[in-house]
């Protein structure tokens, strides 16, 4: 069966510090990833996704990045944080068998301060 | 016309009720109409999806009904349980379409189910 982890599950970080979440999928390959964040009450705001290693598409421009070193590993990271990156960070992997689900992590909770 | 939008954003619904959620869509060459469940603190789970070629799909207590005319669709929640109590997203992407990859996620909508 496949499994999604990410890490850390919970950060707090001052303004201008950099950042590195990452997250895994294991169980299957040549996924499709996928970073949201979801800020306090609100929807999902895609950030960034990737069909294969070292190829992503940025949905909204900020001071975040992402890469995808290996198949199954996604990292989000920023050079300096801002009070606005604050949120909860998901990371999901997409399953393209005719159900077309998206399965997602159990998230990381970003606090910058 | 890649949007999808969602209503309410926020619905109180007492024990035994039943809740309603609708999403609308505007692109056609959608095919694929997903729910998910998001308990605070946690990643969203897929609760049940539709293809538009059937009106209606009945997983227990939730049902879909599919609207393929009017472009919408709504997931009902019969005999609401305070374990409901959670956001719900509808979603639409294109199945197997290999230069189109995002699903599509409306705003979510807040359940409370009271005792």
């Known amino acids: 069966s496949q499994t999604i982890h990410q890490w850390p599950a919970t950060l707090v970080q001052p303004v201008g510090s950099p950042l590195s979440l990452e997250c895994t999928v294991e169980?299957?390959?040549?996924?499709?990833l996928y970073w949201y964040r979801q800020a306090a009450g609100r929807g999902l705001q895609l950030l960034f996704y990737?069909?294969?290693?070292?190829?992503i598409s940025s949905e909204v421009p900020q001071n975040l990045s992402a890469s995808r070193p290996q198949d199954r590993q996604f990292i989000l990271s920023s050079k300096k944080l801002l009070l606005s990156d604050s949120g909860f960070y998901l990371c999901?992997?997409?399953?393209?068998?005719?159900?077309?689900?998206?399965?997602f992590g159990p998230g990381t909770r970003l606090t910058v301060l | 016309q890649q949007q999808v939008k969602q209503s309410p954003q926020s619905l109180i619904v007492q024990k035994g009720g039943i809740s309603i959620i609708n999403c609308a869509y505007e692109?056609?060459?959608?095919?694929?109409f997903p729910w998910y469940q998001q308990f605070p603190g946690k990643g969203p789970a897929l609760l049940i999806a539709?293809?538009?070629?059937?009106s209606e799909k009945k997983e227990g207590r939730f049902t879909i009904s599919f609207n393929k005319s009017a472009k919408q669709f709504s997931l009902h929640i019969m005999d609401s349980q305070p374990g409901d109590s959670a956001t719900y997203f509808c979603?639409?992407?294109?199945?197997?379409?290999?230069?189109?990859?995002?699903?599509?996620f409306g705003p979510g909508t807040s359940l409370s189910v009271i005792p």
């Open positions: 999901a992997w997409r399953k393209i068998d005719g159900t077309d689900t998206q399965y």
């Open positions: 169980g299957t390959s040549n996924p499709n």
């Open positions: 990737s069909v294969g290693i070292g190829q």
């Open positions: 692109n056609t060459a959608f095919d694929y």
């Open positions: 539709i293809r538009p070629d059937v």
């Open positions: 979603a639409a992407s294109i199945l197997n379409e290999g230069s189109y990859d995002k699903v599509i």
